[in-house]
């Protein structure tokens, strides 16, 4: 279960006016909330990494490596990996679990500039752009991207077609394990070993045994003839949290959609660290020592018990 993100906004907005100590808006909290969860998120591997120097127990909900294994499941995934050319493989760079959509676009004759409304210039820059003419996906020549604007290569005709772009975002965050055929694993290794490895017979790569070397975001697979069939497990980032909200009249006062947020994807056992750092943010918005400090010492508190 995520932790709900109306939730998290209107606890953080109940303790700051409670002795009117300041106002935080849907934008600074949306960026805030986004910053705390990539920092406890980052936090798991580290956490991991010194549980399991400490000896394990068989405890059924008491085993911290198995529970924050299970903090990060929902971030595991895999894909295939892009034939780059020789013998370079392109990592995987979206899972598919963030697209933003923009709203169909009617093209109209003579015109071949139209804004996206939708989509940000970061969504765009950062992420895998998808075009769509009459529901026929398009190459990269049919069309140019110029901020937050798509610039028909061609005039359109008097036939009106549709125009649908879609972002994927790029989460791509950390290795795991790179697959040859489904079901051999390609052992990693550094640019220096090859070396060594390459002179005898006995240790050169193989197609039963396929080496790689992780340089410039690319995979080196050796023996150079695999040209195909290399896949990746990796641990993608979280999505961007977003509170989002619609006007209401007559006070046009913020109304939370669900439909249009996007939750927090940490467990529901971190909502308390979650409210305790974004305070501590809020408290460098508005100002106010006090909250930084209570915080601050509330967030080593919880980190002390955690890890203890």
Do not use: H
Request: glycine share 6%; aromatic share 12%; with cysteine.
């Amino acid at each position: 279960m995520a932790i709900n993100v109306d939730t998290v906004y209107k606890t953080v907005l109940l303790i700051l006016n409670k002795e009117q100590r300041g106002y935080m808006t849907p934008d600074e909290f949306n960026k805030t909330a986004t910053q705390v969860q990539l920092e406890i998120f980052e936090g798991y591997f580290d956490s991991l990494n010194q549980q399991l120097r400490i000896p394990d127990n068989d405890s059924e909900y008491a085993d911290r490596v198995k529970n924050i294994d299970g903090k990060l499941s929902i971030f595991k995934t895999i894909s295939n990996c892009g034939w780059f050319g020789d013998n370079q493989f392109l990592l995987p760079t979206s899972s598919g679990a963030t697209v933003y959509t923009n709203p169909i676009i009617n093209s109209v004759a003579g015109v071949i500039s139209y804004p996206l409304t939708n989509l940000t210039t970061q969504q765009i820059q950062t992420g895998t752009v998808t075009v769509y003419f009459g529901g026929a996906g398009q190459s990269s020549s049919a069309y140019t991207i110029s901020g937050t604007n798509i610039v028909l290569t061609s005039v359109p005709g008097p036939t009106s077609f549709e125009i649908l772009v879609t972002v994927t975002a790029n989460d791509f965050y950390r290795l795991g394990t790179v697959i040859y055929n489904s079901d051999i694993e390609v052992q990693r290794i550094q640019r220096n070993d090859l070396l060594y490895i390459n002179r005898s017979p006995l240790t050169k790569p193989t197609t039963a045994y396929p080496l790689y070397i992780y340089e410039e975001d690319k995979l080196y697979i050796y023996p150079t003839t695999i040209n195909g069939s290399i896949s990746a497990s990796y641990v993608r980032k979280p999505k961007d949290v977003m509170w989002n909200f619609s006007v209401t009249a007559p006070n046009y006062t913020y109304t939370y959609n669900p439909n249009t947020s996007q939750q927090f994807e940490l467990s529901v056992a971190e909502q308390t660290e979650v409210i305790l750092r974004i305070l501590l943010y809020s408290g460098v918005i508005v100002k106010d020592p006090q909250i930084i400090q209570v915080a601050a010492q509330q967030v080593q508190t919880e980190q002390i018990n955690s890890k203890s």
